[in-house]
């Protein structure tokens, strides 16, 4: 930033420099050749119908001659005198007076002057006034361009310095936030700045982003502390049993322990595969979506299951279009019905219908319900109630948190409601159009 603003100051004050001189060059210019056409006006004056003589005298312009049309000079001021004929344009006649910038004039050898020229009516015949006055340079004077100089010196290192300590002191508080996120804490959170600017919702961005990095973390370690706990136990029991069988193989009921030693298998596979689809949903949203029917695609699904412990009611509306992965939703599906026939008493409900632009899948049953203190803990990975360790006792605890990462997949909400018996999760989703 800082070199930059050097750079655009640099510019600019070239820029300014330029058209001052330029100004000044002009106004000098024209202050020359006011004098010049004065002078000629005088000499216009004297010798107006009269006898030229051989000698001009005018203090102000020192280098002047009366010429006749034909190019002999009839008179010189004293530095002219013995000169050719300084210029040879003729001035119009109309106009009167003209003025040109001419090299190397008689008298002022490898220099550049101003001329200007005037018809003068004498006695014998008109004659031209020729004045000329050296030409200002381009800089006009070695003062201007040294004052100019030292001007934009200043100029320019009060804005090199002020642009430092500006853009240093508003980019402090960024350095203060690179630090502290790079120290790699989480729980570290940045100072906000009181005065409202895009520093301060920088900062914001960043302790929500920090926030939510930490929560992220937390989830994870107790993903991991609960996985590696319910995988633990199963790998525990398969272990004690095959240690107490080979202390005495004789009296071991081989086939009995291996269809044990299956069942702690199985609920190895089941935990793995389970973790893997939350991985999976957790670090992937993919696109590949399709506009379903959600009624149809209901009707699908149960038609591939097989009887329950209790039957399954449909109140299903035809119509309600969703935007939807069907493999996962068929998952989210299979997973709620599942559970409502573990815990129904007599019958599982499966409703679609739509609610103001919104897809609704509601799953419910006649059982005893989940009280309303854990309608948010029964989402949470491996969290399982005691009525569910009776009920299903191979069960992972992670059908449905699945289903609600399905439903955040989809723009969704997966959530328990009130029913008038039994427990109601029903799925939210956004209609297609």
């Not at 024209?30 to 030229?52: K, Q, T």
């Not at 136990?233 to 071991?252: F, H, N, Q, S």
């Not at 322990?257 to 089941?270: T, Y």
Request: hydrophobic share 45%; proline share 6%.
């Amino acid at each position: 930033m800082t070199m930059l603003a050097a750079v655009v100051a640099t510019v600019l004050c070239v820029i300014t420099s330029v058209l001052i001189l330029d100004h000044r060059h002009e106004e000098r210019t024209a202050r020359r050749l006011g004098r010049l056409y004065a002078a000629n006006l005088e000499l216009a004056h004297r010798f107006a119908h009269r006898d030229a003589p051989e000698a001009i005298d005018l203090e102000n312009v020192p280098a002047m001659q009366l010429a006749a049309v034909a190019g002999q000079v009839v008179s010189a001021s004293p530095r002219m005198r013995g000169q050719p004929r300084m210029a040879t344009f003729l001035p119009p006649r109309r106009s009167a007076a003209t003025d040109r910038l001419q090299c190397d004039v008689p008298g002022f050898p490898h220099r550049c002057v101003l001329v200007a020229a005037m018809w003068v009516p004498a006695a014998g015949g008109d004659l031209i006034a020729y004045s000329a006055l050296p030409a200002p340079p381009w800089y006009v004077s070695e003062a201007l361009v040294a004052e100019l100089a030292a001007g934009s010196a200043i100029l320019l290192i009060v804005m090199i310095v002020g642009t430092y300590w500006i853009v240093g002191r508003t980019l402090r508080p960024v350095e203060v936030m690179a630090a502290g996120v790079a120290a790699g804490d989480p729980g570290h959170r940045v100072p906000v700045p009181a005065h409202h600017d895009e520093i301060r919702y920088l900062a914001t961005v960043v302790n929500d982003t920090l926030e939510q990095q930490e929560s992220a973390l937390r989830r994870e370690r107790r993903f991991a502390a609960e996985a590696s706990h319910d995988l633990r136990t199963p790998i525990a029991g398969a272990r004690l049993r095959l240690e107490e069988a080979l202390m005495d193989p004789a009296a071991v009921d081989w086939p009995s322990l291996a269809k044990d030693l299956l069942n702690d298998v199985e609920r190895q596979q089941a935990i793995a595969e389970d973790i893997l689809t939350l991985a999976r949903l957790d670090a992937e949203r993919s696109s590949q979506r399709e506009r379903t029917d959600l009624a149809d695609l209901v009707r699908s699904e149960l038609r591939r299951r097989l009887p329950g412990r209790v039957p399954v009611h449909t109140d299903l509306r035809p119509g309600v279009f969703v935007e939807c992965e069907r493999v996962l939703l068929g998952r989210l599906l299979t997973n709620l019905v599942n559970n409502a026939q573990r815990h129904a008493a007599t019958a599982v409900t499966v409703a679609v219908r739509a609610e103001d632009g919104t897809a609704v899948l509601a799953v419910m049953d006649d059982g005893t319900g989940i009280a309303s203190e854990h309608r948010e803990i029964v989402f949470e990975r491996f969290a399982r109630l005691p009525e569910s360790r009776v009920l299903d006792p191979k069960g992972t605890g992670l059908g449905l948190p699945i289903c609600r990462e399905i439903a955040h997949a989809h723009q969704g909400s997966l959530t328990i409601e009130d029913s008038a018996q039994g427990a109601c999760l029903v799925l939210r989703m956004p209609r297609a159009g």
